[in-house]
């Protein structure tokens, strides 16, 4: 039986789309081994988000080459669409394939195992309109089930390289959203996660469905699913309908990721956003009335071009006013290709460092705050794994995304159950097991 390996760099998506991969080598008869152990075939699913995430790719893609000089090493992911040229100069790279037509990877590893020569599978991505479906009934983690439901970004922030990488924006057909939802859910997952390069702007391509209608049929639709969190959400899109879907659902969590990136209205405009500050408060502050105890996480990107000690301190007060449950927090990062690369006033990297500091232990600070009502309070968690700090404990995340460490067997592991904070920190909330709260536990 050919065997094959696979590692992934970046995001969810990417995370998400290796199974897809994956399960299309299970159906030709591949077995999946460790990537450190030798394989027959090695795929390297790519980041390009950063120039250090394709410097990265590049030493992983030598890895393989270096582990198995027979081996059919094949890139793949955004890195792949975006420099296939750089990547095939790789001595010992045979396949490369971008972020589209992964179907074809097979037969072109197929290819070059006649003709011995590298294969560059990477077409341009700009004129796709098409979402490519990917079949993921299951994790091969078990834990958690990302569920895909859009591609590509038609936003073309200064910042970014993503549209370039992914295309535009196009959503996947509802009908094939509830059929692997409810594959997942009779797999045995509780909670699933839409995920995408720009999830919440699911539908913008439909004439008569859009991301709310979506999260309705989720609910009504899927037979035994207990929970929808939404990977990511901008402020653009949380429209008064999807507010009332929110109001209104029994399954949608208390928990919503989005993005800030700055609180200046000024950087802001420089980034090419599509709010202002006062935008994205008013939406939260609604947001907020419909979920109650909502936890809000969100991404800072400080030292973007020209930001001022004003305009940082502009967001270090915004940041604070909104009362977030957690920050990620970067420095901004020079991307090759985009505008705000070639922008002028670049920000000295000690300045980002002392500034990036300072909003980790406000974030440190909001999350600790956002913690402490919850003690001595049940909330149901999923747990996910066990715990690599203290033997026989588990570690999981309730519905408003508190991380929660406690007592309890292994077979809890995807079950929901309910447990007691005893104290509220952060990182770590330390809890009591009180019951199982849904029997239908997960194999």
Request: proline share 4%; net charge neutral; with cysteine.
């Amino acid at each position: 039986m050919p065997t094959v390996a696979f590692h992934t760099l970046g995001c969810k998506v990417n995370h998400y789309e290796t199974e897809g991969i994956w399960n299309m080598f299970k159906d030709h008869g591949y077995e999946r081994v460790d990537f450190e152990r030798m394989a027959d075939v090695y795929v390297i699913n790519t980041c390009t988000v950063t120039n250090t995430g394709d410097k990265k790719s590049r030493q992983i893609i030598r890895r393989a080459v270096r582990k198995n000089p027979e081996a059919i090493v094949c890139v793949t992911g955004c890195y792949a669409q975006t420099s296939p040229g750089e990547i095939l100069e790789i001595s010992g790279v045979d396949v490369v394939v971008g972020t589209q037509n992964r179907k074809n990877m097979i037969q072109l590893i197929e290819q070059h195992q006649e003709t011995r020569l590298p294969i560059n599978g990477v077409a341009a991505i700009m004129q796709n309109r098409v979402f490519e479906e990917m079949d993921v009934p299951e994790f091969s983690d078990r834990t958690r089930a990302s569920l895909k439901i859009q591609e590509g970004c038609n936003n073309f922030c200064t910042f970014c390289i993503i549209p370039w990488s992914r295309g535009l924006l196009r959503s996947r057909d509802p009908n094939n959203v509830m059929e692997q939802a409810q594959k997942l859910v009779n797999a045995g997952y509780k909670e699933i996660v839409l995920t995408g390069i720009h999830t919440a702007g699911y539908g913008e391509d439909m004439q008569d469905y859009n991301f709310a209608r979506l999260l309705r049929d989720l609910e009504e639709k899927v037979h035994g699913l207990k929970r929808i969190r939404i990977s990511s959400i901008e402020a653009s899109q949380i429209t008064d309908e999807v507010i009332e879907v929110l109001d209104q659902s029994k399954k949608i969590v208390r928990h919503l990721h989005i993005p800030l990136q700055s609180g200046s209205n000024t950087v802001l405009a420089r980034m090419r956003r599509k709010y202002s500050a006062d935008f994205y408060a008013e939406k939260v502050r609604k947001i907020k009335k419909a979920l109650p105890g909502l936890a809000i996480t969100s991404d800072i990107i400080v030292g973007f071009p020209g930001e001022t000690e004003d305009e940082f301190l502009e967001t270090y007060e915004f940041i604070r006013k909104i009362g977030y449950a957690e920050l990620h927090v970067f420095p901004y990062s020079r991307r090759t290709g985009t505008p705000a690369a070639r922008m002028d006033d670049q920000v000295p990297n000690e300045i980002k460092e002392a500034r990036v500091q300072k909003m980790i232990a406000l974030s440190n600070e909001l999350a600790a705050e956002y913690a402490k009502p919850y003690e001595d309070t049940v909330l149901e968690v999923i747990p996910e794994e066990k715990s690599s700090l203290k033997s026989g404990q588990l570690i999981g995340y309730t519905d408003n995304y508190l991380k929660v460490q406690f007592e309890g067997p292994e077979s809890l592991i995807g079950s929901i159950v309910r447990v007691k904070i005893k104290k509220a920190g952060y990182p770590l909330n330390e809890g009591i097991f009180v019951k199982v709260a849904d029997q239908l536990k997960s194999s």
